[in-house]
């Protein structure tokens, strides 16, 4: 299984991504440069956290822009799967893969802890794996983390399923909880949280290894190698 | 051109001895440019003359040093081929005089020190000192500073990615006007991939890549050597401005041009900018070098040479390469979106030439700039001191209550709202974070870990800099050693007053005496720092305020914490009760908090028996039987069992037997003692034994409750969470009301 990996400028957990893939699910991984135009043969594309392009803008708002996004946009609409953490997930709501909005903490802190996330479906080739109402242990590390849409936005994304994470103490004020959703295909998929750091009994929990696990799984049963 | 007059040299902050060295060693009078150049290079900031001559005095080699003192960062061999680098360095002036942007660049400037070497950086601490935040007159100032320093911090650190894992924040009204900012930053990199700040080989080109030049920061480093008047407020533009993203883009390019093989030399421009980088690169090697400032990326128009040698815009590095290779540098730099141009060449005339459009504006010996810096054996007294020597009478009327103020107060209270805003995760390395009695990073190319704490205690070092220094360096190696780590190096900050005074320079001229023979002691060689002088403001020095950041090795695997995990464990005090009397106690947290007071002589230390405690901890961790271990320190017994019962609510019912006054008993901050909870005493008295340390039962874990006797004399009992939230709230509620 090739997982693509993302590098924007200012991407920082890209690093965390690549060596989860590799040393701790021993999947291969490739860098995707921001300026390359093309995913080349990944089987799925995770866009990583950091700040991309320095996110003096608005989080995401230059890296929409940039050529891998519009390669991007082709893979997800042929149905590749794509996961985005953190700057990742918020690149995904700029670029319009997604819908909301992510704004500043309700705390105006950026802020760094230890979260539960309730999974809240398993209708998702990113939670597959999991079971539905199981509790996660993941670590939030961001500054622009509130999730927002309007009421219709989050009536629709609840009414179809989409709503994949909530916080069970929400730490940066996201309309109901939101931690994580889904696009309607429901083959891409953003969080906020860090799943990347929790997949090893060193970093204190291995519950992010769901998703990841899920993910290959999935493209297991689609025959990638 | 400004003629130079004895006013202009003055606001150059030289001497009249100075400028007549000055005059000798150039054979004429100085230009302009040239009168800039060598000012910021003599400052005390850059050329250390006031403590020169005692940090010979400090012990700098081991079989593990790879790189001492005199480089951008100390190296030290962990094994398996690889290596790490680290420094300590303060930006306290700057974060006055603008807090967000003074200790963001604090960040980014040791961040540079680290990557300039071949290092990716894979931790950064803070070791913190603000003014009093209960202040009448100072409070709301120092929280405003508070604010702006936590979130410079975490600016800077989070978006570069780099993990800040740990520090000490201290509160203490002689910093009111003066708060300390020293940051520590360590990387790892391959044993044979070290890169120096060297400009080797004549005709090489000097390339300047990053950010470019803008008239920011100019005399950073000679305000950094002057004292605050009311005046000081003015020099904010002398402040940097930082960028992150800018550095972050930086590091990836400087690793991946590295890995070329062209670059021969590379140096960071910190303080003094292109003007220290130049003539110490030069100055290392034996060459000279020579630039034309036409070719150097300016942000700002019409800027002079004196402006541009002297500008500290951030995020900006120097290099040579190998002749005929620069178009792999180059390369590499487009592809990051970076600017790179050859400034330069390498030559062999030992002197650094700067040309503004062909014209020479100023051409000086390296060695003149870098070497030949006024050195001063500035005269010294007794350290300063005010307290007295004897305590207050005084007895406590309820011990359970002093405790309830103690662990809310703002030294001991949970620093959770400070490092939560701190990305200490990123690079998904950290095995024991903030809160910890050290932090531990895993090296994944390894199978080792590194263990690093920060330390320095004012308070000790005002009442006897030479012991309260030795403590310093005794608790880092403790806190260390309960995560089980070896101690190996050291990386000193030397936070001082005015050292024209020689009651200060015996301060300074004492705690480097004392840091150095405890590093030799504990065999932690110091491999690099920063020295921070002047740190006065209206004739107000600070406590004497050395920092030491040690860091250690250990194999990786699950750390233990200091929180009790499960009831009914054997509580264990390793190093036993300790000793204290009135005079010993007049430097604690409870005679800071409680009586208001300060008074007396340090905590005694005996550091044949500390090094044994160390030992012994070591080998307990190691050998699988603590289940918790937490060292004693600020606060006493008292504290480090409520700070052991907080992270998993277990508390503890302890049981001594000790003809130690309560209060003493309690809250004593002697030395060599360690808090363990263990499902094997006999084990953990076995190993101590061996070591000649003492191991004493006084108790075990229970639920949610923490009561203590003294034979049979009820101390203290108190419910485990409502003491844990006052710890959880108190600094927030002293910020924001």
Same mark, same amino acid.
């Given at each position: 299984m090739k997982f693509g990996v993302v590098v924007f400028p +200012?991407?920082?957990r890209d690093h965390d991504i690549e060596d989860t893939v590799t040393r701790v699910l021993g999947e291969s991984a490739q860098t995707l440069w921001h300026g390359d135009s093309s995913v080349g043969n990944v089987d799925a594309v995770v866009l990583p956290g950091g700040f991309s392009y +320095? =996110?003096? !803008?608005?989080? +995401?708002a230059i890296a929409k822009f940039s050529p891998i996004m519009q390669a991007i946009r082709a893979f997800a609409a042929d149905g590749g799967l794509v996961l985005g953490i953190c700057n990742g997930f918020q690149i995904l709501v700029e670029s319009g893969l997604l819908p909301g909005a992510l704004v500043r903490n309700r705390s105006l802190k950026f802020v760094c802890r230890h979260v539960d996330l309730r999974i809240q479906t398993v209708n998702s080739p990113f939670t597959a794996s999991g079971t539905k109402g199981q509790m996660l242990r993941v670590p939030v590390a961001h500054g622009e983390g509130c999730y927002y849409a309007d009421e219709r936005t989050l009536d629709e994304l609840e009414a179809e399923d989409r709503v994949v994470f909530r916080y069970v103490q929400n730490p940066n004020g996201s309309l109901r909880d939101i931690a994580g959703i889904l696009n309607k295909e429901r083959n891409v998929m953003g969080l906020m949280p860090h799943p990347e750091d929790a997949c090893e009994p060193l970093m +204190?929990?291995? =519950?992010? !290894?769901v998703i990841f696990r899920s993910m290959v799984a999935e493209l297991a049963a689609a025959g990638a190698k | 051109m400004a003629a130079i007059t004895p006013d202009l040299i003055a606001s150059h902050q030289l001497t009249a001895d100075e400028y007549d060295k000055i005059v000798s060693l150039l054979g004429r009078e100085p230009s302009y440019t040239e009168l800039g150049i060598f000012s910021v290079m003599w400052s005390e900031h850059c050329s250390y003359k006031s403590s020169r001559v005692h940090l010979k005095k400090l012990p700098t080699r081991g079989k593990l040093v790879v790189q001492g003192p005199g480089e951008n960062a100390g190296i030290i061999d962990i094994g398996e081929g690889w290596a790490i680098a680290f420094k300590i360095e303060s930006h306290n002036h700057p974060s006055f005089i603008e807090p967000f942007q003074g200790a963001a660049t604090g960040v980014g400037g040791i961040l540079r020190d680290i990557f300039t070497m071949g290092a990716r950086p894979i931790a950064v601490m803070d070791a913190l000192r603000f003014g009093r935040? @209960? @202040? #009448? &007159? &100072?409070g709301p100032r120092n929280r405003r500073i508070v604010e702006g320093v936590v979130s410079g911090i975490a600016h800077y650190g989070n978006c570069f990615g780099v993990p800040t894992v740990g520090g000490e924040t201290v509160f203490e009204s002689?910093?009111?006007g003066n708060p300390l900012v020293n940051v520590f930053a360590l990387g790892v990199f391959r044993k044979d991939q070290i890169f120096y700040g060297k400009a080797k080989g004549a005709g090489n080109p000097v390339i300047y890549v990053g950010a470019k030049t803008g008239r920011d920061g100019i005399h950073g480093a000679s305000m950094a050597s002057a004292e605050f008047t $009311? $005046?000081? *407020?003015? *020099?904010? #533009?002398n402040v940097q401005v930082g960028d992150p993203f800018l550095e972050k883009l930086l590091l990836e390019a400087c690793l991946e041009a590295m890995q070329t093989g062209a670059i021969v030399g590379i140096q960071d421009m910190g303080a003094a900018g292109l003007t220290c980088s130049t003539c110490e690169m030069g100055s290392r090697a034996g060459t000279g070098i020579e630039i034309d400032l036409m070719h150097v990326p300016q942000r700002e128009t019409g800027m002079t040479p004196y402006e541009i040698m002297l500008s500290e815009s951030q995020e900006r590095m120097l290099l040579v390469a190998e002749k005929g290779r620069e178009h792999e540098i180059f390369v590499v730099f487009k592809k990051w979106g970076l600017d790179a141009a050859e400034i330069g060449v390498v030559t062999d005339t030992g002197k650094l030439v700067v040309k503004d459009h062909g014209k020479v504006v100023a051409e000086i010996d390296n060695r003149a700039l870098a070497d030949e810096a006024p050195v001063y054996h500035r005269p010294f007294t007794e350290p300063l001191r005010t307290a007295p020597l004897e305590g207050p009478a005084f007895e406590s009327h309820d011990l359970a209550a002093d405790l309830d103020a103690v662990i809310a107060s703002a030294d001991i209270c949970s620093k959770r709202w400070i490092w939560e805003q701190y990305d200490y995760l990123v690079r998904s390395n950290t095995l024991a974070g903030p809160g910890a009695d050290a932090a531990i990073v895993r090296i994944k190319e390894t199978g080792t870990s590194i263990a690093m704490s920060l330390d320095g205690n004012g308070r000790y070092c005002y009442l006897s800099p030479r012991e309260g220094a030795k403590l310093i360096v005794a608790e880092c190696c403790r806190n260390l050693s309960t995560v089980g780590a070896l101690p190996v190096a050291t990386t000193n900050n030397l936070n001082f007053g005015n050292p024209e005074r020689p009651e200060i320079m015996a301060q300074l001229v004492d705690a480097i005496e004392g840091m150095g023979e405890a590093c030799s002691f504990f065999d932690v060689p110091i491999t690099g720092g920063n020295v921070s002088l002047y740190n006065e403001t209206l004739g107000e020095p600070i406590f004497p305020s050395p920092v030491v950041g040690i860091v250690g090795l250990l194999k990786t695997a699950m750390p233990v914490g200091i929180g009790f995990k499960a009831e009914g464990r054997a509580l264990v005090l390793l190093g036993g009760i300790g000793d204290s009397d009135l005079t010993r106690f007049g430097g604690t947290q409870y005679a800071k908090v409680v009586l208001d007071a300060l008074w007396g002589l340090p905590p005694a230390l005996d550091l044949p028996y500390e090094k044994s405690v160390h030992a012994a901890i070591r080998e307990i961790v190691a050998g699988g039987h603590a289940e918790s271990a937490h060292d004693l320190a600020d606060g006493g017994l008292a504290v480090a069992l409520a700070e052991a019962a907080f992270p998993h609510g277990v508390g503890a019912r302890v049981e001594l037997d000790s003809a130690l006054r309560p209060e003493f008993l309690l809250f004593h901050e002697g030395p060599s003692r360690i808090l363990i909870s263990t499902t094997s005493p006999e084990d953990v008295r076995r190993l101590a034994a061996a070591h000649g340390v003492e191991a004493l039962v006084i108790g075990s874990t229970v639920a949610s409750k923490l009561e203590v006797r003294n034979r049979g004399q009820l101390l203290i009992d108190r419910d485990v969470n409502t003491l844990k939230q006052r710890w959880e709230t108190a600094l927030e509620g002293m910020l924001h009301g």
């Open positions: +200012g991407s920082n +320095g =996110d003096y !803008l608005r989080c +995401g +204190g929990s291995t =519950d992010g !290894l | 935040l @209960d @202040d #009448p &007159a &100072a002689c910093y009111n $009311e $005046e000081s *407020k003015q *020099k904010r #533009p």
